[in-house]
C-alpha cells in the first residue's frame, strides 16, 4: 500500500466526432476512441456532447473500453431538434463523472443510434 496519496495530475482534454448510425447497444459495430488512457493511468471527470445539426429521437452511448471489449457506461436519451437561430442544437454534459482508464490499453468510446452528427469533448481530465 502506497504511503502516499496519488493524484492526476496533468491535464487532458480529447475530442471526437460521431456520426455513424449504430443501434447496437452491446459495444459492436462502429465504436469510434475518443480518448486513450495514459500508460499510468487517466481519470475522466467532464464530458460535453455537441450536435452540429438537427438530430432524431435517439440515444447516444458511451463506452469503456479495457483493452478486451467496450462496456457501456451510459446512454444519453437525445431530442428531436432542428437548430435555427432561435432554437439550440442538441447539447448534454456529464459532470463529476470520476471514471477511471486504468492503463494505456483503456479508453473512452461512444456511439449514436441514429445518423445524427456530434462533436464530444473531454473537458475534464487527467493523467496520473
Same mark, same amino acid.
Do not use: C, H
Given at each position: #500500500?502506497?504511503?502516499?496519496?496519488?493524484?492526476? *495530475?496533468?491535464?487532458?482534454?480529447?475530442?471526437? /466526432?460521431?456520426?455513424?448510425?449504430?443501434?447496437?447497444?452491446?459495444?459492436?459495430?462502429?465504436?469510434?476512441?475518443? #480518448?486513450?488512457?495514459?500508460?499510468?493511468?487517466?481519470?475522466?471527470?467532464?464530458?460535453?456532447?455537441?450536435?452540429?445539426?438537427?438530430?432524431?429521437?435517439?440515444?447516444?452511448?458511451?463506452?469503456?473500453?479495457?483493452?478486451?471489449?467496450?462496456? #457501456?457506461?451510459?446512454?444519453?436519451?437525445?431530442?428531436?431538434?432542428?437548430?435555427?437561430?432561435?432554437?439550440?442544437?442538441?447539447?448534454?454534459?456529464?459532470?463529476?463523472?470520476?471514471?477511471? /482508464?486504468?492503463?494505456?490499453?483503456?479508453?473512452?468510446?461512444?456511439?449514436?443510434?441514429?445518423?445524427? *452528427?456530434?462533436?464530444?469533448?473531454?473537458?475534464?481530465?487527467?493523467?496520473?
Amino acid at each position: #500500500m502506497s504511503t502516499s496519496a496519488n493524484f492526476f *495530475s496533468t491535464p487532458r482534454t480529447a475530442s471526437g /466526432l460521431v456520426s455513424t448510425a449504430n443501434p447496437n447497444r452491446d459495444g459492436s459495430g462502429t465504436v469510434p476512441t475518443i #480518448m486513450t488512457a495514459a500508460a499510468s493511468g487517466t481519470r475522466i471527470d467532464d464530458i460535453e456532447i455537441q450536435a452540429f445539426g438537427a438530430t432524431s429521437a435517439g440515444v447516444f452511448r458511451l463506452y469503456l473500453n479495457d483493452g478486451a471489449g467496450n462496456r #457501456m457506461v451510459r446512454e444519453i436519451l437525445v431530442t428531436a431538434i432542428t437548430p435555427s437561430t432561435t432554437v439550440a442544437a442538441f447539447n448534454a454534459r456529464l459532470t463529476d463523472l470520476a471514471w477511471i /482508464l486504468q492503463n494505456a490499453s483503456w479508453s473512452l468510446r461512444a456511439s449514436t443510434e441514429v445518423a445524427n *452528427s456530434f462533436n464530444i469533448f473531454v473537458t475534464r481530465a487527467g493523467d496520473a
